[in-house]
């Protein structure tokens, strides 16, 4: 994904102008951002093609070029469109690996909600066809291309899906059993609602969480088991690398990988009062789920399982937040009263993960309070539903 000479970049544009191309601008962070739109008869074979050209300006030390987008997207998406290559290539940096998926999440977090079902779906269809289109030409678009589209293209197909169950904020008691449903789904299962409805009502009638027994049962329906929490090896988790790397490998095999974190990460609405009442010492966690694909790592939460928390594992600062996530539990227990926010836990959780000495051993007990789990078919069971 390189860089171009500031004269073809100067030319290009010479030649835009010459076309009357129309501009439009949009503001990103208080600068204005000007941009082409462009007949889509220019790139047929890609629809809602989007144009980037940028060189590095060493004597301002930053990139400079310009964007464009075709005429095919609504006038309303346009500047998201651009608003991913500027993140990419002015930003991030187009050497940096992951640039694409992490471009892509940080559109998806400023994008009006307004907007995002109408850009999901469209986005979606982008990469799904860019894929192929790099495929076809070698020569321009190596496999670093086409790695980078399809963990965006991950990103986005979680962003999207319709068929997960939503906690309602009012019952926070019964995170268990929309997350081992939605679990089930992403195997791509088809839970029967009656089952889904019954297995919620066991848990608020009886005011607890699932048993590892009322998990087994449910399972058993549709084929599936579950095991133990999984402990890596103790090796594999020295250094946030190596835990990274084994965390990646682990829940990219296995997913979804079952796992609770902090209550106070969760995507609950706050203003809504609980109508359940239970005791005050729980619930202390918040079981979600976790899947992952090409370095990207997908933490789907029952209040909002369409709004994922994202990690792109190729840069370093979600590395630790992952981590940080991963271990919430644990530092929810040693950091109360003073941690009283998501944002006070997650910076008392980065700067312990950030002491190389103290990591290994922070890991290790971090991971116990994760219970990370993933669900397996059972020998004589047949999955995909009833």
């Keep these: 994904m390189s860089n171009f000479e500031r004269d073809a970049v100067q030319k ?34 890609l629809p809602d093609f989007a144009f980037r050209m940028t060189y590095r ?6 990139t400079k070029g310009i964007f464009g987008v075709s005429d095919s997207v609504p006038e309303e998406l346009r500047p998201w469109w651009v608003r991913h290559e500027y993140e990419e290539f002015v930003r991030i940096g187009h050497e940096a690996i992951g640039c694409c998926a992490e471009a892509e999440k ?21 990469f799904a066809n860019l894929i192929p289109y790099f495929q076809l030409h070698p020569k321009q678009y190596d496999e670093t291309f086409i790695s980078e589209a399809q963990g965006t293209l991950f990103l986005l197909q979680t962003a999207i899906r319709n068929d997960l169950v939503v906690q309602p904020s009012d019952t926070p008691i019964a995170c268990s059993a929309y997350s081992l449903v939605n679990a089930l789904t992403l195997k791509g299962v088809s839970v029967i609602r009656e089952d889904t409805d019954r297995l919620i009502g066991q848990v608020v009638q009886h005011r607890l969480p699932l048993s590892n027994k009322d998990e087994q049962e449910f399972l058993a329906q549709y084929g599936y088991t579950i095991g133990l929490p999984w402990a890596p090896e103790a090796e594999n988790i020295q250094t946030v690398g190596t835990a990274i790397a084994t965390f990646a490998t682990y829940i990219e095999k296995h997913g979804p990988v079952l796992l609770d974190i902090s209550t106070f990460l969760s995507k609950r609405d706050q203003s809504i009062v609980p109508r359940i009442c239970v005791d005050s010492d729980w619930p202390k966690v918040h079981r979600v789920v976790a899947i ?28 630790i937040k992952f981590l940080a996530w ?35 051993m922070i890991a290790q007990f971090g991971i116990m309070k994760a219970s990370l789990q993933h669900l397996r078919e059972e020998e004589s069971g047949v999955s995909g539903g009833k």
């Design 326 to 360: 991963l271990c919430s539990v644990y530092f929810q227990e040693i950091s109360l009263p003073d941690a009283t926010t998501s944002d006070e836990l997650l910076s008392h959780a980065v700067s312990a993960i950030q002491n190389e000495h103290k990591f290994p």
């Design 12 to 45: 290009t544009e010479a030649y835009f102008l010459e076309q009357q191309f129309p501009t439009e601008t949009m503001e990103i962070d208080g600068e204005t951002v000007s941009y082409y739109v462009m007949p889509q008869r220019l790139e047929p074979a």
């Design 106 to 126: 940080r559109v998806l977090v400023v994008i009006p909600e307004a907007l995002r079902p109408d850009y999901l779906s469209r986005r979606m269809r982008f």
């Design 292 to 319: 992952a694909s090409r370095g990207v790592i997908a933490i789907i939460d029952p209040y909002k399982p369409t709004d994922p928390e994202v990690f792109c594992l190729a840069q370093q600062e979600d590395q």
């Design 57 to 62: 300006d060493e004597e301002m030390s930053s």
